[in-house]
Each structure stands twice: as structure tokens, then as C-alpha cells.
């Protein structure tokens, strides 16, 4: 059952790099990004339940608490300008 | 495994991408969705810490600093003046023998490689007795290879110390007339 979860958010990445690559617009872009990002957490932990090692599960939010720092800071730069003081 | 496979092929698209984007603010963020994919697979590998190192790192720090350094220095990438055949048919030619250098390794983790049958076995055994050092990958880095790991520090110690000074110059320089 995890397998096909891992499957199904696999799939899920492609489309959301497809929009990365593709993507007319910057926003398009960033949104992708953080996309990614979320789809690499849900994917450590599918894996996780895969390998039967569950405390994966400690990675996967850490990886969300960065995916939090990038996306802010690509914002930030985005509405300012710059990164602030 | 099939997860692993479709990530580096994944890596492989990012990469052609980031090559041909010529707004260096998407550049940025392929580059953050090229490091999250890899520290995935660096996870799927078993290797933890790479990996979280590669998550903050490359999709952390990496992508802050290079918007610093995009608002220093504008976003756009100006055209190629003319056709670079010789060094893509030089990359081409080097990620070949690369590719081929693959086929002589031994099986992923494979017991009997030589890297697992050289000196880790003594590392194992003996670094308690030799270094006092109660965890194996510690005694490694800081007394096995001290002297290596005291120069990775200097290294990144000066490019710290340069990066500071570098940015304080242009900090003082903009600070009485602000906005260009």
C-alpha cells in the first residue's frame, strides 16, 4: 500500500516539475518549488513505511521546516528586493 | 529501485533546465527543487546525514545566498556570443567516461568492496583503543583525518571571513544614498 503511495506521489512530482520547467512565469516557478518541497517530505515518509524505518518520519520534518526558510526567503526577495535588513 | 531511478531522472530534467533558463531567479529555485530531489535520494540511500546536509545546505542556505547575490548583481543572463560546441562536446565526452567509469564499480553495498575491506575493519576494531573516541565516525574525522579536517575548516573558515568582508564594503558603500 505504501508502494503505490510512493508511486502516486512520485507521479505527482513530475507534474509538479513539469510546471517547474515549463512555467511561463516566476510564480509558476516558486509555487513548483514549494511543491517539490512538500512532495519530498510526504516522500521520506512513504519511503519511511517502505523500508520499515519509520522514524523517517523525524527527516521529513525537518525537510518541511526548510522548505519553510527557502520559500520565505524567496518571497522576501521577490516583494523587497532584497533580502531585508 | 524504481524510486531512486526516477529521481535522478528527474535530477537529469532540472539540470537540462537550469542550463537553458536564462532568468537567474528561476535558476535559483530549479536549484533548490534540484537539491531537495537529490538529498531524496540521498535519503533513499541510507546516507542520513549527506542528506540532511544536502537539504540545508543546498536547498537552505545555498538558495538565500544566491538571492543576496542575485539582488547584487541583476537577474538577467545575457546570450552566449556564439555557440559553445566545444565545451558541451568536452562535458559530453567527460560524463561519458564517468558513465563508463560506473560499470568497473562494485555492486551498491556490496560487503566485499574493496572500500569496506581496506581499513575499515581496523576502524572498527581498533579506533576505541587508539583514540578514545567512543563513536567510530568521529574517531574517523577527528583523529584518523584530523589534519584533513582541520583544512576543510580553514577553507571554509577564510571563504567566510572573505564573503564577510566583501559584503560589509558594499554594505558601507550603499548606506548614505539608498536606492541606486
Known sequence: MFGAAAVAVLA?????????????????????????????????????????????????????VLNVVGTIAVLKFFRYGDLGE | MLIIAVLLTLMAAVAVAVAVQRNLFSVVVLGGIYSFLMATVLVALDAVDVAMTEASVGAGISTVLLLGALYLCGGGEAKPLARPWLPLAVALVIAGALAYGTLGLPAFSDPQAPIHTHVVPRYLSAALAETGVPNVVTAVLASYRGYDTLGETTVVFTAGVGVIALLRRIGRRKKPGRGQ
Request: hydrophobic letters at 60%; a negative charge.
Open chain 1, 12 to 64: 505527482t512530482l513530475v507534474l509538479a516539475l513539469v510546471r517547474a520547467v515549463l512555467g511561463p512565469t516566476v510564480f509558476d516557478r516558486v509555487l513548483a518549488g514549494n511543491t517539490v518541497g512538500t512532495l519530498a517530505v510526504l516522500l521520506l515518509a512513504t519511503i519511511g513505511f517502505v523500508v520499515e524505518r519509520p522514524e523517517f518520519l523525524d527527516l521529513a520534518i525537518v525537510y518541511g
